[in-house]
């Protein structure tokens, strides 16, 4: 019986959470590799362009 209502509160009240969590972990993942995208894709067209010889 205490097994039974262990599963039963693990999957009524942890599942849930841990799923919130996930989810709000990968989009701040999302996130950040998003701008790190940016930044490099940045970087890499700024390299490509001709450079000013002038000092």
């Not at 942890?14 to 990968?26: F, L, N, T, W």
């Not at 950040?32 to 940045?42: F, I, P, S, W, Y």
Request: avoid cysteine; aromatic fraction near 2%.
């Amino acid at each position: 019986m205490e097994l039974r209502h262990a599963v039963a509160y693990v999957n009524d009240a942890v599942v849930p959470q841990v799923r919130k969590e996930s989810i709000s972990a990968m989009r701040s993942l999302a996130e950040t590799l998003q701008k790190l995208a940016d930044r490099v894709e940045n970087r890499s067209s700024a390299s490509q362009q001709p450079k000013d010889p002038r000092p």
